[in-house]
């Protein structure tokens, strides 16, 4: 179980709080959906649960334990821009086999062509290349996976064979998923449980009917 | 360009690409993959032709040897002809040679002082960085100084100050020229361990030399080697600069900024040549140093190299 614990943060000792006590907790083979209008902390948070920041106060645990710091983070992230997430002097082959090679199915699931592998990132489109970033950390290795508006500047298709492609990969390797998004719809279509940051309180919103059969 | 390796690996991506997407089946797409080509050659050939136009100045004093370099007083002041190109001075002796061997060396010096120049640059960038805090506070702090000092008065100072001479003009130069290399280093450092695939690499548990080695170096070497590049002009510049003002090369020693020195006391009296010449030699040199850092810089680059 991933869990981040009473989590505050801020970006300077004078700034304001971006996360106040926050406490989110997302099981093996979870979907969680985070939604909060822009400004609510909601990447930040993203951010502090894969260790990409260190909490001010709290403390973000994989099964009672810390995150790793020199090995392979179970809990892994994936940017909303990928064009800042893959390395432009890299080939496309490269940037895939960094985490560890990757699998044919995985590619084949996500509609990524064998052309592309020897191409520079800057030759493919932001969805072709969303496409590469997911499939780099979509590993055995990789045990929770944020999706920080993953799919915010897509269009519908490839909305839709992405989260197929993900969800397939998390049903079958049982993996938590943690879904940062405003796109309420969305949220309901994938979501087992949604999380709405707003205001103060942190409240508890059910997802939608088929949630409901499922947790029942 | 994109368009085009679309094009090119459309068989590839789907079998029911469309009828004339094949290079082979379009004489259009041919002609745009000859251009492609063409355009990477032409590249390659700027760097080759600079490479052995510069290689060529350097060497030449060596195939010269000391012929023309000696007085010959019947033939004073003659302006440029088919026996001697860029004339003769008032002592006779050939301005052609006298220019390829005072180029050459002032070249040489003009590398010496560039590359020494550019190790200082890429060391303290790389040190600013990666330490941070107050080693780079430090590095920007006399990187400050530099650039707020008049170029020429540092260059003169620390000429005058180390006694003058050949010597005095490769430490001068040397020292007043790896400012804004240092700068570019460190600048792109800093962006590289804050870029989210360098941070990610991170996540993915690899250590920080294999970062070092396969993020960091890939973008910092071409920069390291257009920077030398362009760092050649300015470095030649100044010294013939040094030299023309009195405290650089020895006057015995036929570098370029003497001959230009010489020639102002002629100039009045219609001996252009002696001035223009040589002069338009540096240019030429100087461009083709130019040139040869765009086109490298070109080749480098995957946005660029392959269009």
């Known amino acids: 179980m991933l869990k981040g614990s009473r989590l505050w ?32 902390g909601k990447t930040t948070l993203g951010k502090l649960l894969a260790g ?43 940037i895939l086999a960094e985490g560890c090679p990757p699998d044919p199915a995985c590619l084949e699931a996500l509609g990524i062509h064998s052309g592309w592998l020897n191409r520079y990132p800057h030759e493919l489109s932001g969805g072709e290349l969303q496409r590469i970033a997911i499939a780099r950390i979509l590993n055995p290795s990789t045990q929770y996976l944020i999706a920080d508006e993953m799919t915010a500047m897509l269009d519908a298709n490839t909305q839709a064979l992405i989260w197929q492609g ?16 405003h796109d309420d719809p969305l949220l309901q279509r994938l979501c087992d449980r949604i ?15 088929k949630v409901f059969a499922k947790t029942a | 360009m994109i368009l085009m390796t679309l094009i090119a690996n459309a068989p590839n991506r789907s079998p ?44 030449s004093p060596w195939f010269l040897g000391e012929s023309g370099l000696t007085t ?9 002809s088919w026996a001697h190109l860029f004339g003769t001075d008032w002592l006779g002796r050939d301005m052609l040679r006298r220019s390829l061997h005072g180029l050459s060396l002032s070249l040489r010096v003009g590398l010496l002082a560039a590359s020494i120049s550019a190790v200082i640059g890429t060391g303290l960038g790389l040190a600013a960085g990666t330490f941070g805090g107050w080693v780079d506070a430090v590095i920007i702090w006399i990187v400050d100084v530099f650039f707020s000092l008049p ?19 490769i430490i001068a130069v040397a020292l007043t020229h790896w400012t804004s290399l240092a700068r570019v280093i460190r600048a792109e450092v800093l962006q590289l361990s804050n870029a989210d695939y360098v941070q990610l690499s991170r996540h993915l548990g690899k250590p920080s030399l294999w970062i070092a080695r396969h993020h960091m170096v890939p973008h910092i070497v071409p920069q390291l080697l257009v920077g030398l590049i362009l760092l050649f002009p300015h470095a030649i510049l100044h010294e013939a600069a040094l030299s023309f003002v009195g405290i650089g090369l020895s006057p015995h020693l036929p570098a370029i900024g003497i001959i230009l020195a010489e020639s102002m006391r002629h100039l009045s009296t219609g001996y252009w040549w002696l001035g223009v010449m040589p002069g338009v030699l540096l240019l030429i040199s100087v461009k083709a140093f130019d040139w040869l850092g765009e086109n490298v810089r070109s080749l480098l680059d995957p946005k660029t190299s392959q269009e």
């Open chain 1, 52 to 94: 990409y920041l260190a909490p001010t106060r709290g403390s973000v645990t994989v099964d009672e334990r810390s995150l790793p710091k020199k090995r392979y983070n179970p809990v892994q992230l994936v940017f909303q821009n990928p064009e800042l997430s893959v390395n432009p002097r890299w080939r496309i082959r490269q």
């Open chain 2, 16 to 59: 029911k690409g469309s009828p004339n997407g094949s290079p082979k089946s379009s004489p259009k797409s041919s002609l745009k993959a000859w251009r492609q080509n063409n355009r990477r050659q032409q590249t390659i050939t700027a760097i080759a032709i600079g490479s052995i136009f510069l290689l060529g100045i350097i060497v």
């Open chain 1, 9 to 40: 943060f801020r970006y300077g000792n004078r700034q304001p709080w971006v996360v106040e006590d926050r406490t989110v907790a997302v099981a093996p083979g979870e979907v969680l959906g985070l939604m909060a209008p822009s400004g609510y």
């Open chain 1, 166 to 181: 993900v969800l397939a990969f998390v049903a079958q390797q049982q993996i938590g998923l943690i879904v940062i998004s």
């Open chain 2, 72 to 80: 010959v007083l019947t033939d004073r002041n003659q302006p440029p």
């Open chain 1, 195 to 209: 999380l709405l940051l707003a205001d103060d309180a942190v409240s508890k919103v059910d997802g939608p009917a």
């Open chain 2, 151 to 169: 170029h020429l008065v540092l260059l003169i100072l620390i000429a005058f100050a180390v006694g003058g001479g050949t010597q005095g003009v």
